[in-house]
């Protein structure tokens, strides 16, 4: 009932920037926390970035001062901007949404994307 679609992902040299979408549609009430996780081979699953519904971002130390997260709430859409990028930034972008699927509903579920690959290379 609840899809996400991501988009933006591509190839990028080292130091050039990409900006990735994540749209939420569906069975849902309101959306609290928005977040970016990321996935390397041989790596764990990391948070990169996200952003509650009061606008609080929250980074990974590797990325900071070069990613910005932002959310349009009237789109129910993410956005995270990327810039400087680097080789060990290539990752699948997994987008997270929190929600709440209906006025009536005492819980928060928590969606996923599909996720969207970004390759950082010369």
């Known amino acids: 009932q609840v899809q996400l679609v991501e988009s933006g992902g591509g190839l990028v040299q080292p130091g050039g920037s990409l900006r990735v979408s994540c749209a939420a549609s569906?069975?849902?009430?309101?959306?609290?926390?928005m977040g970016w996780y990321r996935q390397a081979p041989g790596k764990q699953r990391e948070l990169v970035a996200s952003?509650?519904?009061?606008?609080?971002?929250n980074y990974a130390g590797s990325v900071k001062g070069r990613f910005t997260i932002s959310r349009d709430n009237a789109k129910n859409t993410v956005y995270l901007q990327m810039n400087s990028l680097k080789p060990d930034d290539t990752a699948v972008y997994i987008c997270?949404?929190?929600?709440?699927?209906?006025?009536?509903?005492?819980?928060?579920?928590?969606?996923w994307g599909q996720g969207t690959q970004v390759t950082v290379s010369s």
């Open positions: 997270n949404v929190d929600a709440r699927p209906t006025a009536d509903s005492t819980y928060v579920s928590r969606y």
């Open positions: 569906g069975k849902i009430f309101s959306i609290y926390t």
């Open positions: 952003i509650t519904d009061t606008y609080v971002t």
